[in-house]
């Protein structure tokens, strides 16, 4: 059965700081792995879809890897900026490319300015 | 439309009740998800359709949850005899795609309150 973690379950950081947040999954016969990111209130953003043919992606200041073979996945965050605070989750599918996502319980990211 | 809608946002209940949450997905969408929320977790998932079938409801936490699609546009989902451990944020999501291979977009959630 997937399952997925995400370490640490919340980050606080000063403005301008890069970091990286963690995400592991049990089964790594995926067909790729989303990062989300969810505001206080608010339903889910993509931010990025990784297929498994792919080792990274990138869109501006984020950056998203997979390891299918360590079962990891971590979301690097150039520049951190106050606007970036936010949940941030990973989601794998539970098998393969099922369309049904198994998400972590996220990491809660404050950038302080 | 331009984005996945859902309503209503804010959903109180006495318990026992029936409520009826709705998501109308972005046009064109053929796949159409449920999650459920609960407080400080990750979103946790109910049911799929694709077009007006639903594929997977293996998710739905017990008989009072009921949810269709009948015209594969709208989806409503139903909850009758509403208990306390149904309170939660009901998400909704759409992708263009039959398989999962593509961007997931998800609506702001009917928070639900069963008091």
């Known amino acids: 059965k997937q399952e997925v973690t995400q370490i640490p379950a919340a980050l606080s950081v000063p403005e301008g700081e890069n970091l990286v947040l963690n995400c592991s999954f049990t089964?790594?016969?995926?067909?790729?792995l989303q990062w989300f990111r969810q505001d206080p209130g608010k339903g889910l953003t993509s931010l990025l879809l990784?297929?498994?043919?792919?080792r990274e992606q990138t869109s501006g200041r984020l950056n998203a890897s997979l390891d299918k073979s360590s079962g990891r996945s971590t979301l690097y965050i150039a520049a951190s900026q106050p606007g970036d605070s936010a949940t941030y989750l990973c989601?794998?599918?539970?098998?393969?490319?099922?369309?049904?996502?198994?998400f972590g319980k996220g990491t809660k990211l404050t950038v302080n300015p | 439309g331009a984005g996945v809608s859902q309503s209503p946002r804010y959903k109180v209940a006495k318990r026992g009740q029936d409520v009826a949450l709705r998501c109308d997905p972005i046009?064109?969408?053929?796949?159409l998800f449920w999650y459920q929320q609960a407080l400080g977790q990750g979103p946790e998932f109910l049911t799929y359709?694709?077009?007006?079938?639903?594929?997977?409801k293996s998710g739905l936490p017990s008989d009072r949850f009921f949810a269709e699609r009948p015209e594969g546009s709208v989806s409503t989902l139903k909850i009758q005899r509403t208990q306390q451990e149904d309170s939660a944020v009901y998400l909704c999501?759409?992708?263009?795609?039959?398989?999962?291979?593509?961007?997931?977009?998800f609506g702001e959630g009917s928070r639900l309150t069963v008091l």
């Open positions: 999501a759409s992708t263009r795609l039959a398989e999962l291979t593509g961007e997931l977009f």
């Open positions: 089964d790594s016969a995926i067909y790729n």
């Open positions: 990784i297929q498994s043919s792919q």
């Open positions: 989601a794998a599918p539970i098998q393969g490319g099922s369309e049904k996502l198994v």
């Open positions: 046009s064109g969408h053929v796949s």
């Open positions: 359709f694709q077009n007006e079938a639903q594929l997977d």
